[in-house]
């Protein structure tokens, strides 16, 4: 018998995986599009009917794809259970998959956009329960799965609800990819946007330029002032990521717009910087400026509760030879973040192991299939 096979059980199948992997790939489903997140959606309804889960389909707000929750028969009783976050919607455009990231298999790598970050790990959770009502056992402890729509521009309109299913569970498993060589994830940053608005006046750059108060030179300022307050030690980072303003190289702009990414380890940092920024001031006093914004995923760190869930995992995978190690805090949001910081024990990054999320060389490693596998198994049928 293989050393990483659980005794006396058939072997999980990683050619059935790859294949619905490829499946789930094949649909591609950037977050913008709510109708092909829609029929990514009528796929795992699909698939979770099969598994005799209860469908709960909530339609998109805003704009967005449907929301997915699917449940095990008992999560309806009173006992708190486990709660699967996922979800379904990509970074890459429709037509990544006939261009810049076909799906093919080379050696140990499938390519796609989308497989890596997160679709091969939504998969892979339900596959290990799809296992074990194979042979007619199930999860211990009540099971939902939920599969957003919208993570990846922070979940928005789902996290109402992962909130109301979090406050309902005591343990939160988040089938994000797997990071550096197959680490979870027991901490996150929290992360912020902000946009600073500036108005100043506008003047022929030639003939009337004394005249002029330019928007673009004081976001220049504001941008190196507020990128300075990034302290790697203290975990705090700025990005000004997206900039936009003036009307003409000859006029002198009257409106610019910036749009500014924080990171911070600790609420209390977030709270802090927050403050700093929606209190800029401008320095030309006949420039006027405008912050919006704040945090829209709290930041949380390993909880005594999210040590043990860690713990749990790393001693099950002990037993088929997986070394489960952690990441230091990652700058990543995910919607761990909401559960996390709500203090329900979280474990996050149990998806399947590759690399090139958001890039044009996402990929998963089918080696790693087999044994992340064996970990949900595991969980499922021991948290109690
Ligand atoms: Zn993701």
Known sequence: MPSDSIPNEPEIDAEEMVRNIIEWVEIESPTSDAVAVNRMADKVVAECQDLGLAIE????EDGWGDLVIARSEDANTKEPGILILTHIDTVQPIGTIEGDNPIRREGDKVYGPGSYDMKAGAYMSTYAYRYLQRLGRKPRLPVTFMFMSEEEVGSPFSRKHIEAEAAKAKYVLVAEPARDGGKVVVARKGVADFVMRATGRPAHAGAMHQ???????????????IEEMTDYERGVTFNAGMIKGGTGINVVPRECEVHIDMRVVTPEDGEEFTEKLLNRKSHDPDVEIEVTGGLNRPPYQMSEGGNALFEFAREACQEHGLDLQYTPITGGGSDGNYS?????????????????AHTLDEHILVSSLLPRTKMWIKMFERLE
Not at 211 to 225: F, H, M
Request: hydrophobic share 40%; glycine share 22%; no cysteine.
């Open 57 to 60: 389909r909530i339609p998109g």
């Open 211 to 225: 005249d002029g108060r330019s928007a673009i030179k004081e976001v220049a300022r504001q941008i190196l002032e």
């Open 340 to 356: 996390g910081a709500m203090g329900i024990p979280t474990l996050d990054g149990l998806g399947v192991d590759g690399a090139g």
